[in-house]
């Protein structure tokens, strides 16, 4: 963790008090920025290579300059933060913003002159207290700072609970007041935004990673990492781990590494048994699987990515068709409801997955599990149901033999041992009528 | 005017388009209400220059805005997979039985709703458990009875 790039100081300075962060350098990079005109800006951090951590992994500089210059498109320009951060394993951002607020702001500010928005919203997720409040106490301290500030606007805006809504196009429709359904797409937010207007929509860690890059250029950020994944990262790490936590890594780091040197290994020194490697909605690795780099080359040969960031590690006493219950069960609580193979497919998901579990489940509803993740995947509007599809059928695929086990025992060879025995989801406290129960 | 009217007024000049008060005015409604109440609603519709049917439309959407009365403290358990692992069914189990109620429910005495929720962002500390919306982190089942007195005290 020498090079530290967002959580540079954070560790030895409280950089949530303003006159810290300017002791540090913090906002010499937004007046350099200033000096340099937009699309300098825009070069500067194509140059970097910098690849958005919101999940989609896009290159940032080339979403900058997809928006219109104002004489192709008179409305105004806006800068939408996506700080909804509800990805299952991902707590990174909470972490960015409670501890180096400023430079997250400095970030925004930097990005709102290369986008030429006089308006940020940053999107913060409802039960985001801490960060929101930290967030509060930084822009009062920029109260009057008209040198930093230079006329931008940020505001605050507190999600309600939805998970769908860090979908970017969701979360323009919540920004606006209305249910948090995801929007066809194209149009695109550079295009068609808030208020239909040229919008860019970044994640916080993005934004966070903006003012360094500026600072020391983008040509030496990009030294660090790895091809296609420059820089540094961010990650989570929860789950059997002696040490969870944030740690920022370079790119390319090797999963083993994260967990068993920054986590220091599985709690009581059991055996790995898969390690869930970018939030809930990436494909599982398994114990076999990990002496790969955290890239996106690297992961996407073994068809996974890092996703958000969030790295689950399981031992050897959890069930897969239990992770799989609990996992379908997230998604179809999140789920919008606005399209039909999303919304029934991953209560369907969850009823098979269930049998399974009570060994009730005969053999072909094994592929019938398969056949209904199959027929969401690629029908739907937005990745949600279609992330989840994907996710539990790599649990059957990695782990087959353990489902056919549910099937061949009559029930769970894990039973009360693992983990993940019986966990109350919120979707059960739901009482929905029947609209469709699967055939059997 | 309502204390609530005026502020939403506020709310809604500081945005480039009103309809973005919707959520902030929503929250603080249910803030003043206890939850958005059939009153909560309309007071809420007249504020923004919307209906009732359009706030509640909006409303139960959001998993955090309660159509439906709650305790005057909200308890939630994240029963997602990196807090499952560390045991938070152990944790919300052993706070229905300290509060003598099932997940779900509130007590007799309106003072506490439990309710399991989904990942609260806060994984690497599991696990978590927001109270009134202030996370307690690395929560194990023994602390449950401490949080259940701090609440009953009305720290
Ligand atoms: C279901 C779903 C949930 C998402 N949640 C988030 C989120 O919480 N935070 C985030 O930054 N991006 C999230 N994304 C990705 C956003 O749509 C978008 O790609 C991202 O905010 C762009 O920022 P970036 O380019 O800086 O990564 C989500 C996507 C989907 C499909
Ligand atoms: S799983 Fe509990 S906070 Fe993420």
Not at chain 1, 284 to 305: P, Q
Not at chain 1, 327 to 332: M, W
Not at chain 1, 356 to 368: I, M, N, R, S, V
Request: glycine share 8%; charged share 25%.
């Amino acid at each position: 963790m020498a090079n530290e790039v967002v959580f540079a100081d954070a560790y030895e300075r409280d950089l949530t008090k303003l006159a810290e962060y300017e002791a540090t350098g913090g906002y010499a990079a937004l007046a350099k920025a200033r000096t340099m005109g937009p699309q300098a800006v825009i070069d500067e951090v194509s140059a970097s290579e910098l690849r958005g951590r919101g999940g989609a992994f896009f290159p940032t500089g080339r979403k900058w300059a997809f928006i219109p210059k104002p004489d192709q498109n008179p409305n105004p320009h806006y800068l939408v933060v996506n700080a909804d951060e509800s990805e299952p394993g991902s707590f990174k951002d909470n972490e960015i913003m409670a501890r180096v607020p400023h430079r997250f702001i400095e970030g925004c500010l930097i990005t709102a002159h290369a986008v030429e928005a006089k308006w940020v919203f940053v999107y913060i997720r409802g039960e985001y207290t801490r960060p929101y409040e930290v967030l509060v106490a930084a822009l009062e301290e920029l109260k009057g700072r008209e040198d930093i500030l230079d006329g931008v606007t940020i505001v605050l805006h507190r999600g309600a609970g939805a998970y769908i809504c860090g979908e970017e196009t969701a979360l323009l429709e919540s920004l606006e007041g209305k249910r948090g359904q995801p929007r066809t797409k194209p149009p695109f937010p550079a295009v068609e935004g808030l208020y239909r207007s040229p919008t860019v929509v970044n994640n916080v860690e993005t934004m966070a990673t903006i003012p360094p890059i500026i600072d020391i250029g983008g040509a030496e950020y990009a030294k660090l990492g790895v091809p296609d994944s420059r820089g540094t990262r961010v990650v989570s790490i929860s789950g059997h781990v002696k040490r969870p936590g944030n740690y920022e890594i370079e790119n390319g780091t090797s999963v083993r590494s994260l967990i068993y040197d920054l986590g220091g290994g599985i709690t009581e020194d059991r055996e790995l048994k898969a390690v869930i490697p970018g939030g809930s909605s990436t494909v599982i690795l398994r114990y076999d699987e990990i002496d790969v780099g955290y890239d996106f080359n690297s992961l996407l040969a073994l068809k996974t990515a890092m996703g958000s960031a969030g790295v689950v590690v399981l031992d050897d006493r959890c069930c897969m068709v239990q992770l799989g219950i609990r996992i379908s069960e997230f998604y179809e609580h999140e789920s919008c409801g606005k399209c039909t193979p999303c919304r029934e497919g991953t209560r369907w998901m969850t009823q098979i997955l269930r049998r399974l579990e009570a060994g009730d489940a005969e053999q072909h509803e094994l592929d019938l599990l398969l056949d209904v993740c199959d027929r969401i995947n690629g029908k739907c509007l937005c990745p949600l149901g279609e992330t989840a599809a994907i996710a539990v059928a790599s649990y059957v695929d990695k782990f087959r033999g353990e489902f056919q086990q549910h099937v061949d025992e009559g029930g769970c060879p894990f039973g009360e041992s693992s983990p993940l025995h019986n966990v109350l989801a919120p979707v059960a406290m739901h009482t929905h009528s029947p609209v469709a129960v699967v055939p059997a | 005017m309502s204390e609530l009217y005026t502020e939403v007024q506020r709310l809604k000049d500081s945005y480039p388009d009103w309809h973005s008060a919707m959520l902030p005015a929503l929250r603080l409604a249910h803030e003043k209400h206890g939850y958005l109440s059939p009153d909560a609603l309309r007071e809420c519709a007249d504020a923004l220059g919307t209906t009732p049917a359009v706030c509640e439309a909006v409303a139960s959407f959001y998993d955090m805005l309660h159509l439906k009365p709650i305790g005057r403290h909200m308890v939630e358990v994240c029963t997602n997979v990196s807090c499952a692992l560390v045991g938070a069914q152990q944790v919300l189990e052993r706070f229905e039985q300290e509060l003598d109620i099932s997940a779900g429910e509130t007590t007799p005495d309106g003072e506490v709703t439990l309710r399991p929720i989904e990942c609260l962002g806060g994984c690497g500390w599991a696990t978590i458990v927001s109270v009134d919306h202030h996370y307690r982190t690395h929560v194990k089942p023994e602390d449950v009875s401490r949080i259940v007195q701090e609440l009953r005290n009305g720290e």
